[in-house]
């Protein structure tokens, strides 16, 4: 009986399989490395002991944009493209950054950023999402949500063709962005058609109807101030009939040269009568008192127009600047004593002009495109090679407030791109200013600016490029 149970057990044993009994050793080595002279023997543990879990150090997220809806048509600033997501969002920050677009993500949806920027003398607000389309497709909008179109197309174009866009989409896009044609040219030809206008002749009326070209020099031009300040009676200046260009009457002549030793011939101080009164409109356009905030944005974009219509002033001046300051009223109008250098007062004024007390969130926001504005326009005063040294010590500390986002500007990306900007173009024009900017605490907020800033979706390169010229110009 006792061997029929013996048996039995080590039929059982073998049946549980714990595999071949471990034979222990007599003898210890202290330098193995199982064994632990601190606390013993070391005990590793089987990895089939416990349930295997989640690798808590490398928490993987899976981004993915959203399916295009069927009811929404893609704005005309869109593209698609066959580019991979983890690919695409890395573009897009990338275009943010080389477009100076200052971008956030928005709140509650994936792949859509909140986005502003200022081109063209005004603030811009716009959305960019990007959207499924299928397994392998994306489609990247840009949409408008206030602000200049004209100035939005312009924004959006170079924003998509930096973060991808082909290039064949990129021009039917681009022709997209072009301003509509004149109304009066769609009601007039649609009259005359319905008053007998035959078909041949109705075609070459409309094409007379088509606007002309836009050029950077028409952008100047500030036709609407044009109208606003010309006598009705006095026929209009062709386009491009700046300052000093000769007109249709008066074909342009060369002055006839003067005998060794002569005196060169002095023009009159006063300004001439139309840029008086062009002075003057655009002042009664930056009176905080009288005007509201929306009127001083336009007058602040006038000033700033006019300003970059200067940038070569001297090319306009049939001697070229031998007359020197007698040309303040003529091409030199921001100089000292210049006809406009009242403008450059008011702008630099409003570049830190605070909203009125009690300013619900949408006229806030618009003191704070005033502001922008207004410091872009201090910007392309601070530019001109003749301008008032006595506006520039003025305005050291009106651009240093900016870099340094001190009052009402905290938080102001393209208030403090133009402010640095302009601290750029002073810093180089003269040491002395360069000195002033030190002397104002401007040169830690340099730094940081010139070492990226915050980077990412706050990263900026003009505002990066512009703190570097500022800051090696400051330490030279």
């Known amino acids: 009986e006792f061997e ?7 039929r059982g044993i073998t049946a549980l399989d714990m595999g071949a009994p471990n034979s ?5 080595d202290p330098a193995s490395e199982e064994f632990d002279a601190g606390h013993g023997a070391s005990f590793v543990a089987s990895g089939h002991l416990f349930a295997a879990g989640p690798d808590q150090g490398a928490v993987k997220t899976t981004v993915t944009a959203p399916p295009l809806p069927s009811h929404l048509g893609l704005a005309p600033t869109s593209f698609r493209t066959s580019a991979p997501l983890l690919e695409l969002l890395p573009a897009l920050t990338v275009a ?11 709140e ?3 792949c859509a950023y909140e986005c502003s920027a200022q081109e063209l003398l005004c603030v811009v607000d716009f959305e960019v999402r990007v959207f499924a389309c299928g397994p392998t497709e994306h489609a990247v909008e840009a949409r408008r949500l206030d602000g200049c179109r004209y100035a939005f197309g312009g924004v959006a174009s170079e924003l998509l063709r930096m973060a991808g866009c082909p290039a064949s989409q990129g021009d039917s896009k681009r022709a997209a ?17 319905m008053a007998g206008c035959p078909a041949s002749q109705g075609d070459s009326k409309r094409a007379a109807f088509q606007p002309p070209p836009l050029s950077d020099e028409a952008l100047l031009e500030l036709p609407s101030l044009t109208r606003a300040t010309t006598d009705p009676a006095i026929p209009p200046k062709p386009a491009g009939a700046g300052v000093g260009a000769p007109s249709d009457q008066n074909p342009p002549s060369s002055p006839e040269p003067l005998p060794p030793g002569a005196p060169l011939p002095l023009e009159p101080l006063e300004a001439p009568a139309d840029l008086a009164a062009t002075c003057a409109h655009v002042k009664s356009l930056l009176d905080p008192k009288k005007c509201s905030v929306a009127v001083l944005v336009q007058g602040a974009r006038a000033a700033g127009a006019l300003a970059a219509s200067q ?3 001297m090319g306009t001046c049939p001697h070229r600047g031998a007359c020197g ?4 009223g003529h091409h030199l109008l921001f100089a000292e004593g210049g006809a406009w250098l009242g403008l450059a007062d008011r702008v630099a004024q409003l570049s830190h002009a605070p909203a009125p007390a009690g300013s619900c969130e949408a006229e806030a926001a618009h003191w704070a495109e005033l502001r922008s504005v207004a410091m872009a326009a201090v910007a392309n005063v601070a530019a001109l090679e003749h301008v008032c040294g006595g506006w520039l010590d003025k305005a050291v500390r009106v651009v240093a407030a900016g870099i340094k986002e001190e009052g009402n500007n905290e938080d102001r990306p393209h208030h403090k791109r133009e402010a640095l900007r302009a601290a750029e173009a ?11 900017l030190v002397r104002a605490g401007v040169v830690p907020a340099l730094e940081y600016e010139a070492d990226g800033g915050e980077g990412g979706l706050a990263q900026d390169d003009a505002a990066q490029r512009y703190a570097l010229g500022a800051l090696e110009a400051c330490r030279s």
């Open 311 to 313: 940038a070569n002033a």
């Open 108 to 110: 509650g949806c994936a």
């Open 426 to 436: 002073m810093a180089k024009r003269d040491k002395e200013l360069a000195a002033k």
């Open 24 to 28: 222990l050793s007599t003898t210890f």
């Open 4 to 10: 029929a149970d013996a048996q039995e057990i080590s």
């Open 177 to 193: 962005f072009q301003p509509p044609p004149y109304a009066f040219g769609g009601v007039a030809s649609e009259l005359l058609r």
């Open 96 to 106: 943010f950054a080389a477009t100076s677009v200052s971008a956030a993500p928005k």
């Open 325 to 328: 300051a007698d040309h303040r």
